[in-house]
């Protein structure tokens, strides 16, 4: 409760501040569309309303501002207007639409649902790869003192370095190799988008596996060391354990980098998916369009985040961490 | 057959060097420190060059290193232009301009109990948010131009920056702030003397993310619609002439770009942070 009330407000006062912020982005084409009516504008000629500033049309024409929330396409579209695109492009076009789940049995190619999963099973195989390259690549840099000094400094190089600038040319070269002819359909479109989200969730869960793999202290592993316990035996019982903490940290960094990458990667290919959707709305000037993509890639990052952190207190739990 | 050879052997010779190296008796000093990784690096770019003559890769799949330097000697001018617009214009005016407005909204965050409960909720699920999904819009409204990436820039690195700025900000003790008291400080004295100079860690922590994000959103707003200029354009153009080599060229520019600015920001946290143990060693 004492975080509710202050947490609703801000919420609300952003919307409030998108709603206000719709008058002056959208007051040309409004008192464009109100002249057309037949509604007399201040000034009257359209070249001098081009160089006019927005703020100063709004104040001279308070009275033919009513339609700035409701635009066909507004430059910024009002809160509902992307609410109602929301609803419209999952329940609307799945249920009560020609080519729904309801009346087709397939879902619809034109629902942010088919598109909101097309990204996700490209987020999660290459979340899926890059946490396993990650775990695997901690694991032989802990083992091995040459392997350490050789990749660990340019992995950390490589964090400074906006990897997702490769993206458009992992996409073209992988698409070239023509993998379609070796592996089966579904999976040889998913590998180029998940290649890229591999690559971004693999950095950060390598750095916090590493780390969580060197967390037992000196006593911990002198213990061991009595045991007689032998490096795989340490590598099993004591820092494989020992690390899942941190391994869960850098996973909910990495399913977000991941959901990035999978979203860029689908910028230049346009078979389906949140990025290529955004993209589609860019070229034919659908605003609301765009913005119901970034809410629904948003929602989805959201739940993502979410999931892992339930599966990692449900994890730490079952270990017996007191968390 | 015998490039690819070759390969191979430069692949044991280095490993074998560095396994040398790396248990031998010097393995602490702080040249192998450095000569074991460039090593490895000589190694992989060797091999690549090795590998992708003796296989006869296509350079429409993956150029070997020697022409991806000549064509970055031959285009310096070109990608100069690039790394200006995307860089300089892009990326570094929307990380000062949101480095400005993170620091001013941390310290009115901090300042008022009500907005730190509301909005640093709201700003760690931001923070988690694909932000860079905001760039085909910011495209419609800002134009083409570098005014666009700037303002991308800026949403990206706005929340990261806040969150850690504020928890910096609240990283002074009560027997600090009531030294400061007894010096009869107020508020803003406070603030400059001893608040801000304490949260710089924190701070750093948040602008060495943000650096990298900076450049991301620069490149992948430069995909949604640029001018004929900038690395995201040459990358995405290049892609579609199949010039692979430009495509590498453009690439090493913005890793370049990448260190180096991440480089410039550790040497400044040193020299503003000296008295923090991180940095004392």
Request: glycine share 10%.
């Amino acid at each position: 409760m004492r975080r509710l009330v202050p947490v609703l407000t801000v919420v609300l006062a952003i919307f409030a501040i998108w709603y206000v912020a719709c008058v002056p982005m959208n007051v040309r084409e409004v008192l464009t569309q109100a002249e057309r009516a037949g509604a007399e504008i201040v000034p009257a000629a359209a070249a001098e309303r081009r160089d006019a500033g927005a703020l100063g049309l709004v104040l001279r024409n308070t009275a033919h501002l009513g339609a700035s929330w409701s635009m066909e396409r507004a430059k910024l579209p009002a809160p509902h207007q992307v609410a109602v695109e929301l609803w419209d492009s999952t329940v609307g076009e799945e249920v009560y639409g020609r080519r729904g789940i309801v009346r087709s049995g397939t879902l619809s190619n034109r629902s942010l649902i088919y598109h909101g999963g097309v990204t996700l099973s490209a987020t999660l195989f290459g979340f899926l790869i890059g946490t396993a390259a990650g775990v695997l690549l901690a694991i032989g840099i802990v083992q091995s003192r040459t392997m350490e000094m050789s990749v660990m400094p340019w992995a950390i190089v490589s964090q400074t370095i906006p990897i997702i600038a490769l993206a458009p040319m992992i996409i073209v070269v992988l698409y070239s190799l023509g993998l379609d002819r070796f592996l089966p359909e579904g999976i040889a479109g998913l590998l180029p988008k998940a290649v890229i989200s591999a690559y971004l969730s693999f950095f950060p869960v390598l750095v916090g596996m590493v780390k969580g793999l060197r967390s037992p202290d000196q006593m911990q592993l002198d213990l061991m060391q009595t045991y007689n316990a032998s490096r795989g035996e340490v590598m099993r019982k004591l820092r494989l354990p020992a690390s899942v903490p941190y391994l869960f940290a850098s996973l909910k960094v990495g399913i977000a980098a991941s959901l990035v990458g999978a979203i860029v990667g689908e910028l230049p290919v346009q078979r389906g998916g949140l990025g290529a959707r955004m993209l589609a709305g860019t070229y034919y000037g659908q605003t609301t369009q765009i913005w119901a993509a970034l809410i629904a890639a948003a929602l989805l990052a959201a739940l993502l985040v979410f999931a892992m952190g339930w599966i990692e207190r449900r994890t730490l739990r079952s270990m017996g961490v007191q968390a | 057959m015998m490039l690819v050879i070759a390969a191979l052997l430069i692949w044991a010779v280095g490993w074998g060097l560095n396994i040398w190296l790396a248990n031998g008796v010097y393995s602490k000093s702080g040249l192998t420190q450095i000569a074991v990784p460039v090593i490895f690096g000589g190694t992989i770019i060797a091999m690549w060059e090795l590998l992708v003559r003796g296989l006869e890769v296509p350079g429409v799949i993956l150029p070997p290193p020697s022409a991806i330097a000549s064509a970055f000697a031959s285009s310096l001018p070109i990608l100069w232009g690039d790394f200006v617009q995307t860089i300089v214009k892009g990326a570094l005016s929307g990380f000062a301009i949101g480095l400005a407005a993170a620091l001013g909204t941390a310290v009115l965050v901090d300042r008022y109990d009500f907005l730190k409960r509301g909005l640093l909720p709201v700003g760690n699920f931001m923070a988690a948010l694909p932000i860079v999904g905001i760039a085909p819009i910011f495209v419609m409204w800002f134009g083409f131009g570098w005014q666009s990436k700037a303002a991308v820039v800026v949403a990206m690195v706005f929340f990261p920056i806040l969150v850690n700025a504020v928890a910096g900000l609240q990283d002074t003790t009560a027997m600090q702030r009531d030294l400061m008291r007894t010096f009869g400080a107020r508020y803003w004295n406070t603030l400059f003397k001893l608040r801000l100079p304490a949260a710089l860690p924190f701070i750093f922590n948040g602008l060495k993310i943000a650096i990298t994000l900076s450049l991301v959103g620069a490149i992948v707003a430069e995909f949604f619609g640029s001018p004929t200029q900038g690395l995201g354009f040459r990358i995405s153009t290049s892609v579609g002439q199949l010039a692979l080599d430009m495509v590498w060229s453009a690439i090493l520019v913005a890793a370049l770009a990448g260190s180096l600015l991440y480089g410039v920001l550790v040497l400044i946290e040193r020299r503003l942070t000296f008295w923090h143990p991180s940095q004392r060693g």
